[in-house]
C-alpha cells in the first residue's frame, strides 16, 4: 500500500488508516496510523497485531505532533561566520561537508574523524551500518556509540563470562525473574518483552511467575514484584555476592550444569563466603533476611537437572542503572554468574522460542562459547590510558579525545540520531569538546542543544516516511541475555507519508552513501555480529551500487539477507505475523568440546576483594558522617520522554517540560521543602538547578532524577521549562570504570539545599 492508497473500508472523505511500526523508540509498536491530506493525523495501537495487542505508549500516539512539530527542521543548515543559520540543499551539504572532511583527512589522517550514533538512529535499520561503513571506507576506526555510556557492562559481561549456546530462558515460559534496577513498563525493554509489557506481566503473573525486584525505587514494575529489595544505590554488587552465598552455601545450585559446563566455581564460591548477608545488608541497608528470601526464591531448592519436572526457569537481569552506578561490570558478571550456577539455560531438546524472523536462522546447542577478551583489543584512546572493550570505544572519554593536544586528536565529529550536550557525562567539558571541533556535523530532526554548535545540520525524514522493519527489538537477543522477542515475530512497513511539501530532507543512510559518493570510496555495510544467545547464519556484507542510489527497500533486502524469513514474505502481512512454522530445538553439544563459561574471572574477584577492603558506613540521611553529600542521585525514565526526544511536545509534557528532582517525603520535610520548591544540587564537581517533588515510593536519602534534560548553562534559569542535565554533576576522570571508561553516572553522591 503506497502512501496514497487509502484502507480499502475508507470513504472519500476520511483519513485513510494504514498499519504501520512506531519508532519513537527501540519497542517498534504496531500502530494504526490515521492519515488525512497526505500528512498524519492519529496514531492508535493495532489490535490487530498479534505480538502487540493492540499496545502503544504516550509517545507513539504523539507521532503525528512530532512531525508537524514546528521546530522540525525541513531544510538542512549550514552554520554562517557570525553564528547564525541559514537554510542549505541536502545535495550541497553532502558537497560541502564530503570536501571539507577530505581535507581534515588529507592533512590529520583519517583517525582524526569520528562518529558518534545515538539511540535514536536505533529503531532505523540501514542508519548505524551505513555510518559504520562510511568510516571504515574513509578508514577510521573513532566509532562511539550510546552503549559505552548506557549498558557497557552487559557487553564485558558477555565477553569475559563466556555465551552458552543454546540460549537463555524466555520471560514468557519462566517460574522465577529477577529485575535489578530496570523498569520495563517505562523503558519498554529490560527483561520484559517490548510487545506490550504490561500484558505480558500480568499475564505471567496469573500463571504463577514469582517475580524479584532490586532498585532504590519502588517503580512501576516493582508494585508487581513478590520479593521486593529497596537497597541504597550502588551496592548491587555485595547484594548479587551475598545472594550466590546463600545459594552455594545451602547447595541450592545446579551441581550437574555446574560440573559439565562452568569453570572458576570453587574461586567465585571462596570469595563469596565472605559476603553473608547480614554483610551486604549493612551496606545495603536491607535485612538479612529479605537478602536469603530473594535468594532461596531465585534458585528454588537446587534441583534443575534436564530431567527433574521441578525445575524451574528464569533468568536474572540488569537495567541502565546499575550499569551508571559504579562497578557496573561487575553487577552484570554477578547476573551471570546467578544464571549459570542455576542452570538458567536451554538444554539439549528444548525447542527455541525464537529460531529468528528477521534474524538468521538459530543453530543452537548444548554447549558453552569461551569467554573472550572484555577490553585491550582494537583502536585504544591517546588522551587517557583507556582501551577499546566489547561495548566500544570509551565514549565517556570522548570530549578528552577530542580535546587531547597532541596528535591524532578528534577534529571532525559526526553525531547520527543523538545529542552529546544532553547526553555525555560530564556535561560542561563535553560542551568545550564541542567547541573545539574543527567541523560538527549533526543529523538531527530539531536545533537541538548539541545542534546549535554545528556547522552543518542535516535535516532527516522521520519514521512515517521511511520504510522501516522491527529488527531492533528482535536483534537485541543477540546481545543482551534475557531481551528480545519470546517468539518469532517480525513487521515491515512501507512509508506512510510523504514528507512535507517543499521540504529537503534525506534518510540518514542516504547522508552516508552521498558522502562516499563524493569522496570516491565504496559504502559497504557491515551487519552487526552476535554476541550472546544462540548461534545463527551470518549475514553477508552489502555492497552498494555507487553509480545509482539504491532504494531504502533494495537496502533493507541487502541487510535482511539470511533472514530466516525473507523480506518479501514479511513485506505481506501488513499486521505483523508470527512465524512458528518451523519448530527449532537446541541440538547436543560436541564431546570432545571442552569450552566452559568462566564465573571465577580473575578481573571481577578483584572488584570483590576490593569492595570487602574498602571502608563503608551505613548512613542516613541526616548523619554527620554524610554531611557533605548526603544524598545519592540516581537516574530514571520518564513515562514520555525517550532520553532527550519528546520532552518539548506539549502533548506528551502537559505542563512539566522539566524533570523534577524527586525526592522521598519525609526527606523534603527535613529540608525545609515543600512540593515545586527550586533547590541546588551540588556533587563533588558542578552543581545544578532542581525543581523537587514528592515521591513517597524512594528510599531516604535518594533523589531520582531523569537524565538528557536541560541545555547549556546560559539556560540555567529556564528549569522549570526545559530541566536541569545531571550529566553536569559527573566528572569523567574520576571514579570511572577503567575497562570502559564510563564514569560514575547513577548513585552519585550529592548535597541539596533551598535555591538563592
Known sequence: MSPETPSPDASPASPSRHPSICRFCHANCGILVDVDQGRPVRVIGDEE???YFGFTCAKGRSLPEQHAHADRLLHSQKRQPDGHYTAISSEAAMDEIGQRIGQIVAEHGPRSVALYPGTYSGPHAPSIPAGIGWMLGLGSKMVFTSSAIDQPG??????????????SHAFDESDVWMLVGNNPLISMSGGIPPSNP???????????????????????????ADIYLQPRAGEDPPILAAMLHVILREERYDAEFCEAHVSGFAELAEIVADFTPAYAAERAGLTSEEIELAARAFAGDGRTAQTDVTALRGCAVAGTGPNMAPRGNLTEYLLLALNSVCGRWRREGEPVPNPGALLPRATPLAQASPPRPGWGRG??????DLPNSAAGLPTGALSDEILYEGGGRIRVLVCLGSNPIAAWPDQLKAIRAIENLDLLVTLDMKMSATSKFADYVVAPKLSLEVPGVSLSSEAIEQTYVGHGYPEPYAQYTPAIVDPPEGSDVIEEWEFFYGLAQRMGFELKLYPIRPESGVLRERRELVELDMQERPSTESVLDGLLNASRIPLDEIRKHRHGKIYDDEEIRVGPGDPDCAD????????????????LAEPFHAQQPGDPAAAAFPFQLISRRLPNAYNSSGRDIAKLNGRRGYNPAFLHPDDLAMLGLRHGDLVEITSSHASILGVVEAAPELRRGIVSMAHCFGDVPKRDDEVREIGSNTGRLIDNESDFDPHTGIPRMSAIPVSIVPAR
Not at 154 to 167: A, E, F, Y
Not at 597 to 610: F, H, K, S, T, W
Open 596 to 611: 566452559r563459561l568462566e564465573i571465577g574471572n580473575p578481573d571481577m574477584l578483584a572488584e570483590l576483594r576490593e569492595i
Open 49 to 51: 497485531n498479534p505480538a
Open 154 to 167: 552487559k557487553h564485558v559481561s558477555n565477553s569475559i563470562h563466556g555465551r552458552w549456546l543454546g540460549g
Open 198 to 224: 504490561s500484558k505480558r506481566l500480568r499475564d505471567a503473573k496469573k500463571r504463577g511467575l514469582k517475580l524479584i525486584v532490586i532498585d532504590p525505587r519502588k517503580t512501576e514494575v516493582a508494585r508487581f
Open 379 to 384: 583502536e585504544s584512546l591517546r588522551s587517557r
